[in-house]
């Protein structure tokens, strides 16, 4: 601070300094600031002062300025006093003596301006003893102390009540009079203080007795609070506040207790802010940490309770010491200390003094208030009080009386609530303050829960302004806050109370499921960690449930499912989730659990599923077992008691369909188990691949059909649960979306679920995904009305296009739409015109159809390609589609099933002497109406399925267009329709069977059903192999349909004629599109049917040995799946059946240790093939009864890769269809015709084919070797002929030797593909007889080598020719076939000659070069048993193309007899030879390119042989039957399809030139070729045997066919060719 007094002024003291320190000091005392002039003046005089001391200034100088400003300010005296007080101290301190003297010099001196009074009060004793002011300072402090002591601690002697007993008596007579007249509180105070005076009375003391009386009269509130108002305006504001916390430390000692009255005045007074909340607060016990500390300690007692319960206790001691000590806490907590705080607060409670009651509590721990059960108590009263206007208006139900609640008389409480507003306002801030302990009073809980639930009624309605929505949205959001904070804590709390629990279901159904389950996961998953209370009911819930599980059983359902009840009112939470948790671990507790919830309440089982839900969703929990490969145990148990628990209890089921759905949104399937369950147990719907065929029957009859026969569980009573299925779906819209996002994950299970998973649990994925969209579909086509399902499901293209639906999945869910649609529009039909004629009806029928299917029909034009159009009609792919089993057929056979079943059901009853005569009367009467049900059922399906039929016949003309080929026609109609929809359900795979045969019966034009039926069975390993396990169960339901119904045609000619005879289906000559009917000719005959019947089983046997042997874990699942599904109709032929057996046995072996599954289903089918041996036939029964020898040969459909799996005559008119030339047609048909006879003439010549065929399929293996011996000389010939196409010769051969030379000359067509083979290892005995064999033709060679010579030229020049005789022939054929009405080749013709033109050109001429190839291996000997009558139609058959051929060169054949022989079947050996020449040059030529081609086609042999060595090997060295057959078709497939795939190309330009050439040539060729041929066929039958001349006759006959079949063999190869 600057000093206020410059040195010049001390130095220049008389001259000026003086005059400018008082002017100094007259400016400060005028300054108006008081406090500031008070500190400078007080400064200037401190420093004028210290001068002195110091000695700058003399001391009377001093005093002499000193007087004359002391008049300047009143208090300058005492400034002066203040200044002189400071430098005592400061100079007391001081050593210099000097100082000390100056300042006792300056006070002596300033004497007069500052009074002796002062100046005591403020210096020193000691200074003043030094000044003369007193005499000692010693008695001065003694004279001191004494005063102070009288005045401050000498009570004053007011009379107290012992010595003024009459004046406080007159007080409490005063105070306590009665107070109902006029008497007032003023009147009284006046009288109060008259005592006070006149007996000069305590007023403290007064006041204490005025609040004990106030205390003893609490009803007079309006007479004492103004009267100690009015009393406090005489006393000091604290008096009060300090009488009452005196009163209250009275009773602080540890026994005392505070009695309530005076609590209720504390209160009171606060109410009236007489005194302070603060102030008296200081004066209460316990203390604020004391509290915490408490409430600390309730807490770990509580957790150290928890650990306790959750204890593993051994002994029964333990138990008991348990009980010990729960009886120890319960008493602790019986007897809390006095809490003065908690007494104050519930007397402001209940006087309704919320404010002080809110500010006392927010100073305690939460909750730790209320938990003392009168602060509860008075808090729900105070609630019951606010919410009663509200509460009598909006919340008493109807009905009820109520007890009224009368308001608090003080005005000062809360306000009542009249609306909901102020229901927020006011009680919702209290009901927090509650929280759970509201459960103390259940009936303020119920009347909070009607008042929510009034409010969403409210809030529900429409109709408010916008303002008013947003107040009601708040409101909403406090009401949830409510009910998770107070309402649900409380019903914790509450012991066991049903209703309670009923009354806040009545709030909860109002809220979306979503806000429940929230309030559901925060009361299971938090409120329990908030209060020590509920921490210990938590651990005491689950120790209850615990307790109950371990004696939960099916026998004590009853009492345990009370207990679970009892216990689920209160904690349903925390018993749902430990009983989950034991389901996830014991899935045997599912069915006892279930029955045991039967005593739960609606928000029981709304918790039950939340918990469910919540389970599911568990992030811990892996979904797959550890193997990577199933879906995990626990999941499954969920899944299960998921569709028990919501089948059989009224549960929302909105949350857990939701759930499923966002799972399959995030590409997650797994769940989806769980939509499986619920609906096959909600709506009997059953999912399963298990079904027996009577089942399956019985699902494609109506629903009454279904319920009884087509599930394994008699499924009753789901109308309920079906129905609430149904309402959850269609309330939540979520019927269409899950279809759509199942229908949509079965890809994504695959391409995006499936990356890192195991193959196997991705296809069980799939299965299920599938399986569950089948299901559900199911489930809505059945209970949705149509307007629902029509309003829901979007039209097909929009399906597809839009949604991305598979197309099968598309029509899955559309398909029922159709069918409602029609049968309304049929109906409305019906009504508009009454008329009962069935034609009528059929055509009102036929009407509703197009009505609805037009747009199906336009609609459909989108799925796919226009040219896919061209083929197939968008009609027929919506025909289709849309029908379903129940559309073709009645399953009459289940109708009777059942109602036997009925009928045998009331004899019983009727036998049961123990039943009631009621109950056996209601049981009767149950039957016989299901029985008439089921009557009335068959009778509508039957009707319906007429009209259908009707339908399909008017529409089956415009179906197939045939716009390309019937082969393209076959592969649009198998791709688009078949496959998908024959693994779609069980269901599906025997309608697609059924469709096939239904179009063949409709005789559908341009459908070729032989066509049909190869292509299914040809090839079936890229089928299996793609499937899943589900879907190749469906497959082999499908395979076993075809192939009964194959077997059915096999199994009897007359079935065959009469189902297969004159159909379009069955035709082998396929003619341009638009010609209708065929001749008998043109028909696949009955032998020939069975032959082909034999290759397809041959085709599945190859196809199963080769997936069994591939060692893939899908390939060897599927087909032994596949295998065990087609069981009934195939294996049917021995060695087949064998070698089946074989390679099955083999995996048992393998798989046993690897991969057990594949062994359990090795086992189980191996066992059944066993069991099924009986049965089995010898190859030669199965299809050579007595064959005419040209019919042998089923080289028709032997499905080769290349071949599209045409029959041969289709596939070559296929051929000729593509080509365009209807002339060569037409020949072809008229040739046929001529045909048709010489065959006829053939098959009388050749009874002894059969016979020696049967002797061939029998005989031991020596025979063979003999027999072989015997062939060895005629073995040339037939080779030559096998290579050439001729069928016959080897007939012949077969007549003579039947039993090798088939199999022998099969075998020489086969050299090519043995070799292609050898890989396949040969037992010694079959290497002897090919050793045998090779002497044998070798011989045979010297012997006839002319002959060769001239065959091989023959040969050559016929191949030569073959361009112009398929010319040729076609004219001839058209010819013919106008002449005789359009004949066709009998197929007996076409199959018959079995060798592509390729394979025989070549092999002749291979032949010639090595003549080994040709041998064929006693093996395939053996094996062409079964075949014989066919030697050659593995290869025909193995390849289209080879087939296409053989029925030309059969046609040949018969044109060249037709016109080279007299009426004669003989052709003469000399025919003529114009231009031989010219052909041997050409055939030179040809001889050596086809060499070269042959050597190519050598090398590649030899790498495939290398290849299938694996495939192969096994199974011919265990199946010789099998080899054979196989090597045959592999010819067919490596042979013929090899030489006509490989050849082709570069030979066909080549050969059309010369056949150009060979063309110009005359037909004597051709007759030369002929006779050369004739004289083999007599050559080697004469070598023979049992040669006949009826044997030779026949010869000559084949020998003509077979002539004429190598020619026609080599154009139809071209024609072939073309084709690929």
């Not at 039209?795 to 649609?821: G, K, Q, W």
Request: proline share 4%.
């Amino acid at each position: 601070m600057a000093a206020l007094l410059p040195a010049e002024w001390i130095k220049n003291w008389e001259k000026g300094g003086k005059s400018e320190f008082v002017q100094l000091c007259r400016a400060l005392s005028e300054n108006k600031n008081h406090d500031v002039g008070f500190r400078d003046i007080q400064q200037a005089l401190y420093e004028l002062a210290y001068h002195v001391v110091r000695g700058n200034l003399k001391h009377d100088q001093a005093s002499n300025v000193l007087g004359d400003v002391i008049e300047f300010r009143e208090d300058m005296p005492s400034i002066l006093a203040d200044v002189f007080c400071i430098l005592d101290i400061e100079t007391s301190c001081l050593e210099e003596k000097n100082k000390r003297d100056h300042f006792t010099q300056l006070v002596l001196a300033c004497l007069y301006l500052v009074s002796d009074t002062v100046l005591k009060e403020r210096l020193d004793p000691e200074t003043l003893e030094s000044l003369g002011l007193i005499k000692q300072s010693q008695q001065f402090n003694q004279k001191s102390v004494k005063i102070k002591t009288k005045l401050f601690y000498k009570q004053q002697k007011f009379n107290l009540l012992r010595e003024e007993n009459e004046g406080y008596a007159k007080l409490i007579a005063e105070l306590g009079q009665d107070l109902s007249g006029n008497i007032t509180s003023d009147l009284i105070l006046e009288n109060i203080k008259s005592l006070i005076g006149c007996f000069n009375l305590d007023p403290n003391r007064v006041l204490d007795i005025i609040l004990e009386v106030y205390e003893c009269r609490p009803e007079y509130d309006d007479f004492f609070v103004p009267l100690i108002e009015s009393y406090m305006y005489m006393c000091e504001p604290q008096t009060l506040c300090h009488i009452l916390g005196f009163k209250f430390k009275f009773y602080q000692d540890p026994s005392g207790e505070t009695p309530s009255s005076l609590y209720r005045v504390a209160a009171v007074l606060l109410q009236h802010n007489l005194i302070d909340l603060e102030d008296l607060y200081v004066h209460l016990l316990p203390g604020d940490n004391a509290i915490i500390e408490e409430h600390k300690r309730e807490i770990v007692e509580a957790k150290q309770i928890v650990r306790k319960l959750t204890m593993v206790v051994l002994s029964s001691e333990k138990t008991e010491e348990k009980e010990k000590e729960k009886e120890k806490e319960e008493e602790k907590t019986e007897k809390p200390p006095d809490n003065q705080k908690l007494g104050l607060l519930e007397a402001l409670l209940k006087i309704g003094d919320w404010h002080h009651a809110q500010s006392i509590m927010d100073q305690m721990p939460p909750f730790y208030a209320t938990s003392h059960k009168p602060i509860a108590i008075a808090l729900c009263q105070l609630v019951h009080v606010t919410i009663e206007p509200l509460y009598r208006r909006v919340g008493v139900p109807k009905g009820a009386k109520g007890s009224p609640i009368s308001s608090l008389p003080n005005k000062r409480a809360p306000k009542q609530a009249e609306s909901f507003e102020e229901l927020r306002k006011e009680v919702f801030n209290m009901l927090c303050y509650l929280g759970p302990h509201l459960s103390h009073d259940p009936i303020l809980f119920a009347k909070v829960v009607r008042l929510g639930k009034a409010f969403m009624k409210e809030f529900q309605s429409d109709g408010s302004k916008q303002e008013d929505k947003e107040k009601m949205e708040t409101l909403f959001s406090c009401l949830l806050s409510i009910t998770d904070q107070v309402l649900l804590p409380s019903l914790s709390l509450m012991d066991c109370n049903a209703c309670m629990s009923e009354e806040l279901w009545g709030m909860f159904k109002t809220f979306p499921y979503q806000y429940r389950y929230r309030l559901y996961g925060q009361w299971k998953n938090e409120t329990y960690n908030s209060h020590p209370l509920l921490v210990k009911v938590k651990a005491q819930t689950i120790d209850r449930a615990k307790y109950i599980m371990k004696r939960l059983t099916k026998e004590n359902v009853k009492p345990s499912g009370r207990q679970i009840g009892k216990l689920s009112h209160s904690n349903p939470t925390i018993l749902f989730d430990y009983i989950l948790s034991q389901i996830q671990k014991y899935d045997n507790l599912i069915t006892p659990v279930v029955d045991s919830l039967k005593y739960l309440t609606s928000l029981n089982y709304d918790v039950l599923a939340y918990c469910i839900i919540e389970a599911l969703a568990n992030p811990e929990k892996e979904r797959m077992k550890h193997d990577d490969t199933t879906i995990s145990s626990w999941l499954q148990s969920l899944a299960s008691f998921c569709g028990a628990v919501f089948r059989k209890y009224p549960i929302e089921l909105a949350g857990l369909l939701q759930y499923v759905a966002n799972q399959l949104k995030a590409g997650k399937s797994f769940d989806l188990l769980i939509l499986k369950e619920v609906v096959q147990k909600m709506a009997g719907i059953e999912i399963t691949e298990e079904m027996t065929m009577e089942q399956l029957e019985a699902m494609t009859g109506g629903e009454q059909l279904k319920a009884e026969g087509g599930y394994f569980g008699q499924i009753r009573n789901t109308k309920k649960s079906s129905q609430r299925l149904k309402d959850a779906l269609l309330d939540h819209d979520l019927a269409l979306p899950l279809c759509l996002l199942m229908a949509q994950q079965r890809n994504g299970v695959i391409f995006q679920e499936g990356g890192e998973k195991h193959l196997k649990l991705v296809g069980k994925l799939y299965d299920q995904c599938h399986d569950t969209l089948v299901q559900f579909g199911g489930f809505l086509a059945s209970n949705l009305s149509t307007e629902d399902y029509i309003k829901r499901v979007p039209s097909i293209d929009v399906l597809c296009n839009e949604f991305h639906t598979p197309h099968d999945a598309a029509f899955f869910l559309s398909r029922p739409m159709y069918a409602h649609h029609i049968s309304s529009k049929y109906d409305e039909l019906k009504k508009a015109e009454k008329g009962n004629k069935q034609q009528h009806k059929v055509h009102k029928y036929i009407t509703s159809c197009e009505l609805v299917m037009a747009p199906v029909h336009e609609a459909v034009i989108s799925l796919h390609l226009p040219k896919v159009w061209d083929d197939i009609s968008p009609q027929f792919y919506a025909t289709f589609w849309s029908l379903t089993m129940y559309d073709l057929a009645v399953p009459h056979s289940s109708y009777d099933r059942e109602v036997n079943k009925l009928k045998v059901q009331m004899k019983a009853i009727d036998d049961n002497q123990e039943m009631p005569p009621n109950k056996k009367k209601k049981e009767k009467e149950r039957c016989t109406a299901l029985q008439d049900k089921l009557l009335e059922e068959e009778k509508k399906q039957l009707e319906h399925v007429q009209r259908v039929l009707q339908r399909l016949k008017l529409e089956k003309d415009n179906w197939l267009l045939a716009k390309s080929t019937k082969n393209e026609t076959i592969t649009k109609f198998l791709q688009l329709c078949i496959f998908p929809r024959c693994i779609f359900s069980a269901i599906d795979a025997v309608y697609c069977a059924h469709f096939v045969e239904l179009v063949h019966q409709q005789k559908t034009p341009n459908f070729s059903t032989l066509l049909c039926y190869d292509r299914v069975f040809s090839d079936i390993i890229y089928t299996v192999a793609s499937c899943t396990e589900n879907e190749a169960s469906r497959y082999g339901r499908f395979l076993c349909c075809m192939l009964e119904t194959v077997t059915r045609w096999h199994s009897d000619r007359v079935i065959y004629e009469k189902e297969c005879g004159n159909y379009p289906g069955f035709l082998t000559i396929l003619r341009a599109t638009g010609f209708d009917g065929g001749n008998k000719a043109d028909q696949l005959d009955y032998e020939n049917f069975r032959h082909v019947v034999h290759k397809w089983h041959y085709k599945l046997t190859k196809a199963s040995v080769h997936c069994l042997e591939t060692g893939e874990y899908t390939h060897i699942r599927n087909i032994l799946i596949v295998l065990t599904k087609i069981l009934p109709w195939y294996p049917k032929v021995l060695n087949l059946g064998q070698a089946l057996e074989r390679r099955v046995h083999k995996i048992c072996q393998e798989e046993k240790e690897k991969r057990p599954d594949l062994y359990a289903l090795a086992m189980g089918y191996s066992g059944q093939l066993k069991s099924r041996k009986p049965f089995m036939i010898p190859e030669n029964e199965f299809h050579h009864k007595d064959p005419p020898a040209r019919n042998a040969v089923p080289a028709t459909v032997q499905n080769g890769p290349g071949g599209a799996g045409m029959p041969t005559s289709l596939t070559i008119n296929t051929v000729r269809l593509e080509e365009g030339t209807t002339e060569e047609t037409d020949k072809l048909k008229e040739k046929s015709q001529g045909v048709v006879k010489v065959i006829n003439k053939t098959v009388n010549a050749t009874p002894k084919v059969t016979t020696s065929n049967g002797n061939s399929a029998s005989n031991s293996k020596i025979i063979k070797e003999k027999d072989d011996k015997e062939k060895s000389g005629k073995e040339k010939d037939k080779e030559k002929k096998d290579k050439t196409p001729a069928a016959t010769p080897e007939m012949k051969a077969l007549g003579k030797d039947g039993k090798d030379k088939p199999k022998e000359e099969r075998a020489n067509k086969d050299e090519k593909a043995r070799e292609i083979k050898e890989k396949t290892p040969k037992s010694d005995k079959e290497k002897e007889k090919v050793k045998k064999e090779e002497k044998a033709s070798k011989e045979e060679k010297s012997k006839t080598v002319v002959t060769i010579i001239e065959s091989k030229s023959t040969a050559e020049k016929e191949r030569e020719k073959e361009p112009s005789r398929e010319r040729d022939l076609a004219k001839e054929m058209k010819s013919k076939e106008n002449a005789k009405g359009g004949e066709k080749v009998p197929v007996a013709g076409s199959l018959k000659s079995p060798v592509p033109r390729s394979e025989t050109s070549e092999s002749e001429r291979e032949q010639k070069r090595r003549k080994v190839d040709t041998h064929s291996s006693p093996s395939h000997s053996s094996t062409v048993k079964g075949t014989a009558v066919l030697p050659k139609v593995p290869l025909v058959s193995e390849n289209c193309t080879s087939s296409r051929v053989i029925s030309v060169h059969f046609l040949q054949d018969n044109l060249n007899e037709l016109k080279d022989s007299s009426a004669k079947h003989y052709i003469n050996h000399t025919t003529p030879t114009l231009s031989k020449s010219k052909e041997r040059e050409v055939e030179k030529k040809d001889l050596d390119k086809s060499r070269e081609r042959s050597r190519e086609r050598e090398k590649k042999e030899e790498k495939d042989r290398k290849d299938r060595k694996r495939d192969h090997s096994n199974s011919d060295r265990e199946v010789p039957q099998d080899s054979t057959k196989r090597r045959k078709e592999e010819n067919g497939t490596t042979g013929s399809s090899k030489h006509s795939k490989s050849e082709s190309p570069s030979d066909s330009p080549r050969l059309n030139e010369k056949e150009k050439e060979k063309n110009k040539s005359k037909s004597s060729g051709k007759e030369k070729g002929d006779s050369i041929k004739a004289e083999k066929m007599e050559k080697s039958s004469s070598g023979s045997k049992k040669e006949s001349r009826h044997d030779k006759e026949k010869a000559e006959k084949k020998e003509k066919r077979d002539s004429t079949g190598g020619k026609e063999e080599k154009k139809h190869h071209k024609s072939s060719d073309k084709h690929r």
